[in-house]
T-cell receptor, first 116, second 112 residues
Framework: EAGVTQFPSHSVIEKGQTVTLRCDPI?????LYWYRRVMGKEIKFLLH????????ESGMPNNRFLAERTGGTYSTLKVQPAELEDSGVYFC??????????????FGPGTRLTVL | LAKTTQPISMDSYEGQEVNITCSHN???????ITWYQQFPSQGPRFIIQ?????VTNEVASLFIPADRKSSTLSLPRVSLSDTAVYYC?????????????WGAGTKLIIKP
């Protein structure tokens, strides 16, 4: 079974440009999460989808970030316009809560975003 | 949300048992303790999760004392490939707003 995939693996853009990151969760997983690690800092939660609905977007840094999950399958995270401080690694994770089992989030490899 | 405290780094040798302790003094009644492993340039990977006493799986054991204010991840007979960052996290997986709150983790270096 395929794991969580993210595209692109790397992106280098200039300040002011727009970038869209994509995450394909494990098939059948209702929960989809976005996290970010800025250089030298800890991984931070951005938001959580349950199917196509935003369950919690309290971690989104500002309105330059827009996440969508149309149809409850893959998700996109758009940064527009990008700023220097947006550089970092963006992780996506998915999970499916099964009663009696551990609540494990499966992570993708991340997208490394560099804003110049 | 409960925060965790772990050693910044540790090292050990191949074949040894490694124990990493995590403090979570403010753990809530419904919180579980979860450990993740992360290799460079990869996403974190779930290792183990527990609520109390002891949990064991094919890769690790998790020891949780009765007061649940700390926990210890035990890696038996480590190898060079166990060199990674290990994160201890607490939270209520049944909470609809469950999210992972990350600390700095423990950088484990295994030497030959």
């Amino acid at each position: 079974e395929a794991g969580v995939t993210q595209f692109p693996s790397h992106s280098v853009i200039e300040k002011g440009q727009t970038v869209t990151l994509r995450c394909d969760p494990i098939s059948g997983h209702d929960n989809l999460y976005w996290y970010r690690r800025v250089m030298g800092k800890e991984i931070k939660f951005l938001l959580h989808f349950v199917k196509e609905s935003k369950q919690d977007e309290s971690g989104m840094p500002n309105n330059r970030f827009l996440a969508e999950r149309t149809g409850g399958t893959y998700s996109t995270l758009k940064v527009q316009p990008a700023e220097l401080e947006d550089s970092g690694v963006y992780f996506c994770a998915s999970s499916q809560v099964i009663s009696g089992s551990s609540h494990e989030q499966f992570f993708g490899p991340g997208t490394r975003l560099t804003v110049l | 949300l409960a925060k965790t405290t772990q050693p910044i780094s540790m090292d050990s040798y191949e074949g040894q048992e490694v124990n990493i302790t995590c403090s979570h003094n403010n753990i809530a009644t419904n919180d579980y303790i979860t450990w993740y492993q992360q290799f460079p340039s990869q996403g974190p990977r779930f290792i183990i999760q527990g609520y109390k006493t002891k949990v064991t799986n094919e890769v690790a054991s998790l020891f949780i004392p009765a007061d649940r204010k700390s926990s210890t991840l035990s890696l038996p007979r480590v190898s060079l490939s166990d060199t990674a960052v290990y994160y201890c996290l607490v939270g209520d997986p049944m909470d609809s707003n469950y999210q992972l709150i990350w600390g700095a983790g423990t950088k484990l270096i295994i030497k030959p």
